[in-house]
């Protein structure tokens, strides 16, 4: 089966909600303008190919999350790392 950004995108989101980061990459402020959303994890298509989770950084930077994967690679590694948090809230009930 082939693997589509739009259910990279919709883990992606859930991973936010999961892990109480921002659900959106910018928010608006008072002044009308765009601010990053620290800790907010998104999807990154790299120029050579392949694609990686990252995260917004305080000031807007990022940071790698994941290295470069397919599609199929990076929905499996994403599937790991939210399974891996559910267990951990298990735990610790």
Same mark, same amino acid.
């Given at each position: *089966?082939?693997?589509?950004?739009? #259910?990279?995108? +919709?883990?992606?989101?859930?991973?936010?909600?999961?892990?109480?980061?921002?659900?959106?990459?910018?928010?608006?402020? #008072?002044?009308?303008?765009?601010?990053?959303? &620290?800790?907010?994890?998104?999807?990154?298509?790299?120029?050579?190919?392949?694609?990686?989770?990252?995260?917004?950084?305080?000031?807007?930077?990022?940071?790698?999350?994941?290295?470069?994967?397919?599609?199929?690679?990076?929905? &499996?590694?994403?599937? &790991?790392?939210? *399974?891996?948090? +559910?267990?951990?809230?298990?735990?610790?009930?």
């Amino acid at each position: *089966m082939k693997i589509t950004i739009k #259910e990279i995108e +919709n883990k992606i989101h859930y991973l936010n909600k999961l892990t109480g980061q921002p659900e959106t990459f910018y928010r608006p402020t #008072e002044s009308s303008r765009l601010e990053a959303q &620290a800790g907010h994890y998104f999807l990154q298509q790299p120029g050579g190919g392949g694609y990686r989770l990252c995260q917004l950084c305080e000031g807007g930077g990022e940071t790698d999350i994941m290295g470069i994967y397919t599609r199929a690679e990076l929905h &499996a590694c994403l599937s &790991a790392l939210i *399974m891996g948090f +559910n267990l951990g809230k298990e735990a610790q009930k």
